[in-house]
Nanobody, 121 residues
Framework: QVQLVESGGGWVQAGGSLRITCAAS????????MGWYRQAPGKQREFVAT???????NYADSVKGRFTIPRGDTKNTVYLQMNSLKPEDTAVYYC???????????????WGQGTQVTVSS
């Protein structure tokens, strides 16, 4: 069984920083990319950032220059470093990954359970 586990969410004042973590575990053969999405109350889930296995990154315009997506020592862990946080960044943040398990012919997408980030003004 494979799973994505997020941690590190919480409450922070506007202008502050927070780092959340996503760790993929299980019999993973290869990872194509890992990233983050978020969903605010009453809104659709939206893309935040992603990093490929080669290290290429992509960010939503709303977070460019404020968020980064570094990887851990193993490629199974990614972080979302969030700086200069704004109240509109308040959302549940979900980890997303596209990878292949041992024995899989094709890769598929997996989601974590989400972690709440609340930014107060």
């Amino acid at each position: 069984q494979v799973q994505l586990v997020e941690s590190g969410g919480g409450w922070v004042q506007a202008g502050g920083s927070l780092r959340i973590t996503c760790a993929a575990s299980g019999r993973i053969f290869s990872i194509n990319h890992m990233g983050w999405y978020r969903q605010a109350p009453g809104k659709q889930r939206e893309f935040v950032a992603t990093i490929t296995s080669a290290g290429s990154t992509n960010y939503a315009d709303s977070v460019k220059g404020r968020f980064t997506i570094p990887r851990g020592d193993t490629k199974n862990t990614v972080y979302l470093q969030m700086n200069s946080l704004k109240p509109e960044d308040t959302a549940v943040y979900y980890c997303n990954a596209d990878f292949k398990r041992y024995g899989d012919y094709v890769s598929r997408q997996y989601w974590g359970q989400g972690t709440q980030v609340t930014v107060s003004s």
